[in-house]
């Protein structure tokens, strides 16, 4: 049962512009929230978190929000460098240990 | 500050061998472990997470197992590979003050 998904499986943007990659999830228990990103062969590194607080969380071309009511975030990236392609994971906790990841996305920022 | 290693790298073993991946964390103590997979063109599957030494809770019943001898280190093992183990496997550690999980490099194992 995938608690969290990612619906997109790519995305291509041109330098410069905006990327939006979305996030849906279905346990109302989910209280913080992630974003990774991986390259192939590597393991994902952590990129910016929220927590179900906020709606809203920045860190310098990066930036998440949560819409708690349509259980929903996006990762948005302004703006697009080259790279920033990379598979990107998003992922939920709740109490506890687990963290929940989608099936990820892949971006392509294109020069 | 904490960093996490994982070996090996790439591994080619054939169908019926055993597996031994090791992953050891450093810079922290009684770290909540975890072993994930990622099979091609897939999302991150949690395999076995552990909270303390000698800890294990398996999430998909299958080949593998794990262990974890040592506060920081953790193991997954097989006895008999099959082809279907193939995929890239990560170690993550998180800690309960902070909600962030760190992964190791992976290893990418091909069964043949």
């Known amino acids: 049962d995938q608690q969290v998904k990612q619906n997109s499986p790519s995305l291509s943007v041109q330098e410069g512009r905006i990327s939006i990659l979305n996030c849906d999830y279905t346990?109302?228990?989910?209280?913080?929230f992630l974003w990774y990103k991986k390259y192939p062969a590597e393991g994902p590194t952590f990129l910016i978190s929220i927590s179900s607080i906020k709606d809203k969380n920045e860190d310098g071309r990066f930036t998440v929000f949560l819409n708690k009511s349509a259980k929903h975030l996006s990762l948005h990236i302004v703006p697009s460098q080259p790279g920033d392609s990379a598979v990107y994971f998003c992922a939920a906790k709740r109490a506890g240990n687990q963290f929940y990841f989608g099936t990820g996305t892949s971006l392509t920022v294109i020069p | 500050s904490q960093t996490i290693h994982q070996w090996p790298a790439t591994l080619v073993q054939p169908v019926g061998s055993p597996l031994s991946l090791e992953c050891t964390v450093e810079?922290?103590?009684?770290?909540?472990l975890y072993w994930y997979r990622q099979a091609a063109g897939r999302g991150l599957q949690l395999l076995f997470y552990?909270?303390?030494?000698?800890?294990i809770s398996s999430e998909v019943p299958q080949n593998l197992s794990a262990s974890r001898p040592q506060d920081r280190q953790f193991i997954l093992s097989s006895k008999k590979l099959l082809l279907s183990d193939s995929g890239f496997y990560l170690c993550?550690?998180?800690?309960?003050?902070?909600?962030?999980?760190?992964f190791g490099a992976g290893t990418r194992l091909s069964v043949l």
């Open positions: 993550a550690w998180s800690s309960d003050q902070k909600n962030i999980q760190y």
């Open positions: 810079g922290t103590s009684n770290p909540n």
């Open positions: 346990n109302s228990m989910f209280d913080y």
């Open positions: 552990s909270v303390g030494i000698g800890q």
